[in-house]
C-alpha cells in the first residue's frame, strides 16, 4: 500500500488548510484511513481516522475545527483543518490500517503544517 499525502504549508492562526491523501495497491482489506501528527520533541498523536463506513474518530483538540472525509471510490482521505492554532503546528501523516489483519498498518510521508501566530 502506498500513501500520497498532499497540502500542508505555513498559515496564519485562524486561518485553514486541507490535507488529502491518496492510497494505491492491495488496499482491499484496508477499512480505516486517518492523519496523525507529531510535533517538534512529541510523540506521535491521532488527529481524525474514517472507517469505510464513515464512522468517524477526532483527538478533543481538534474536535469542532477538522472535519475527515474519504472517497471510498477514489481511495482518498481528505483533512479540512480550520480555525488553526499555533499548537496544530506539527508534521502530518496519513494512515491506512485494516481493523481485521494488524500486521496492515501504513503510513505515508509526512506533511508540515505550520501555523503562526
Known amino acids: 500500500v502506498q500513501l500520497q499525502a498532499s497540502g500542508g504549508g505555513l498559515v496564519q492562526a485562524g486561518g485553514s488548510l486541507r490535507l488529502s491523501c491518496a492510497a494505491s495497491g492491495s488496499i482491499v482489506s484496508i477499512n480505516r484511513m486517518g492523519w496523525y501528527r507529531q510535533a517538534p520533541g512529541k510523540q506521535r498523536e491521532l488527529v481524525a481516522t474514517i472507517t469505510r463506513g464513515v464512522y468517524t474518530n477526532y483527538a478533543d483538540s481538534v474536535e469542532g475545527r477538522f472535519t475527515i472525509s474519504r472517497d471510498n471510490a477514489k481511495n482518498t482521505v481528505d483533512l479540512q483543518m480550520n480555525s488553526l492554532k499555533p499548537e496544530d503546528t506539527a508534521v502530518y501523516y496519513c494512515?491506512?490500517?485494516?481493523?481485521?489483519?494488524?500486521?496492515?498498518?501504513?503510513w505515508g510521508k509526512g506533511t508540515l503544517v505550520t501555523v503562526s501566530s
Open positions: 494512515n491506512a490500517a485494516s481493523t481485521t489483519y494488524i500486521d496492515m498498518n501504513y
